[in-house]
């Protein structure tokens, strides 16, 4: 399988829209009791720190949760970090939630991390956000054609900053211009925020991240954006899609929650109850636009089988793209 073909794999597997009803009532009288911890295992700035922020603002705001939700940043391996702590520290706990996204299968998978989603509770899917490719101030690139060229051209590298699991929408760029992917010359930064700063200080010359972990340096002008990769242009951003610069490459990421292994049911099911309610309130929709996000709210069995045919579309195309 070509890396454009991974492409159209991951994209029809990942750009899902839905909503169901929520879990169980909660039992507000037994739970929550106290403070419940919202963890972001990356960077401040980054996809997850946007997403877990933007939830407790959209919570707290609407009054819909009446116990503290401190935020904590746990950087380590896009989430790997503090996904093992989750599975190894937190059994049966009701006080912990963590966001994750792609990232969770993509390590698995990978050999990064040695626990997935079947390793504890996932809670529900929040929304989809797609990739995109900017640049830094008197960037000699204009559009992806002239990043592309650059790395064909190998006479000058081109230091791309990049999650790790963000590097496989990059491939697929270059992939589709006809260069090889193996001679990226890629810098490892966690999430926007870093990836921002690298950029304005000139350690990398390009960058790729989630929209809503650039979007306000994009607005103001701090960077400039090459490309997103979506199928058409996003509502509220001056960007040219991939496609329209002749690179048939459109990919999305998905953003959760979940919960330590054996998370009580009460909690899951108050959890689901209260997200669902989250996702329709005005707060929640004037974050989702500010932050470019999609929502795609789900859980229950729907979520499960998302999960599932997610991972399996993943696995089988990162086995073939790697033949």
């Not at 959890?271 to 929709?285: F, N, P």
Request: with cysteine.
């Amino acid at each position: 399988m070509t890396r454009s073909v991974l492409g159209a794999v991951l994209a029809a597997s990942l750009v899902m829209t839905g909503c169901q009803a929520a879990g169980p009532s909660p039992e507000t009288q037994s739970y929550p009791e106290g403070p419940v911890t919202m963890t972001a295992g990356a960077n401040p700035g980054s996809g997850f720190d946007v997403t877990i922020r933007a939830v407790v603002e959209a919570l707290e705001e609407e009054h819909l949760v009446d116990v503290p939700l401190p935020v904590q940043n746990r950087p380590g391996a896009i989430g790997g970090v503090f996904l093992a702590e989750m599975v190894e520290r937190y059994r049966g706990d009701d006080d912990q939630v963590s966001v994750t996204s792609l990232a969770m299968m993509m390590n698995e998978l990978r050999g990064a991390s040695e626990y997935g989603y079947t390793d504890v509770t996932m809670i529900a899917r929040l929304m989809t956000e797609y990739f995109v490719v900017v640049t830094g101030p008197d960037s000699p690139f204009a559009n992806l054609g002239d990043v592309m060229a650059a790395i064909r051209s190998e006479l000058d590298g081109v230091a791309v900053g990049a999650a790790t699991d963000d590097e496989a929408p990059f491939d697929l760029l270059v992939s589709a211009a006809g260069g090889d992917p193996s001679s990226i010359d890629y810098v490892s930064l966690e999430g926007g925020a870093d990836q921002s700063a690298a950029l304005l200080n000139g350690d990398v010359d390009v960058a790729i991240a989630g929209v809503s972990e650039l979007v306000t340096q994009l607005r103001s002008g701090a960077l400039t954006t090459l490309g997103v990769l979506s199928e058409e242009r996003l509502p509220g951003l001056d960007a040219p899609t991939a496609r329209e610069q002749g690179l048939d490459v459109t990919l999305s990421n998905w953003r959760g929650l979940y919960g330590p292994p054996d998370m009580p049911d009460v909690a899951v099911g108050y959890w689901q109850a209260v997200l669902a309610e989250m996702v329709e309130s005005q707060t929640w929709k004037q974050i989702a636009e500010r932050n470019q996000f999609t929502t795609t709210f789900m859980v229950g069995d729907e979520f499960q089988v998302f999960l599932a045919e997610t991972q399996a579309d993943v696995q089988v195309a990162l086995e073939e793209a790697r033949q």
